[in-house]
């Protein structure tokens, strides 16, 4: 069982920086694949990325955004630069199996906000 919580959402301006976080419980949370998603209220959530064996970007954030963890402090991070208004949303971070893209963990959930 493991439980994840996310943190560092926030307001920014277009073109801002943010770090989100997602810390999770467990002592076997090195074993599993991250994801980030995220959603705006009405539509699909979207995959954002993951960091398994490999690592994955969607095309809207590739180049802009990296995932990454820290087995240490069992967290996964979300870099995010050159934000822009069209990343508002509400973003989760999730966990799975390494072997298939298979979510069995999710988050709360962090709001994040970019004003032009």
């Known amino acids: 069982q493991v439980q994840l919580a996310e943190s560092g959402g926030g307001l920014v301006q277009a073109g801002d920086s943010l770090r989100l976080s997602c810390a999770a419980s467990?002592?076997?949370?090195?074993?599993?694949?991250v994801a980030w998603f995220r959603q705006i209220p009405g539509k699909e959530r979207e995959f954002i990325a993951r960091r398994a064996d490999d690592t994955s970007y969607a095309d809207s954030v590739l180049g802009r955004f990296t995932i990454s963890r820290d087995n240490a402090k069992n967290t996964v991070y979300l870099q995010m630069s050159s934000l822009k208004p069209e990343d508002t949303a509400v973003y989760y971070c999730a966990a799975g199996p390494r072997s298939f893209p298979r979510y069995d963990y999710w988050g709360q959930g962090t709001q994040v906000t970019v004003s032009s």
């Open positions: 467990g002592r076997t949370f090195r074993s599993y694949a």
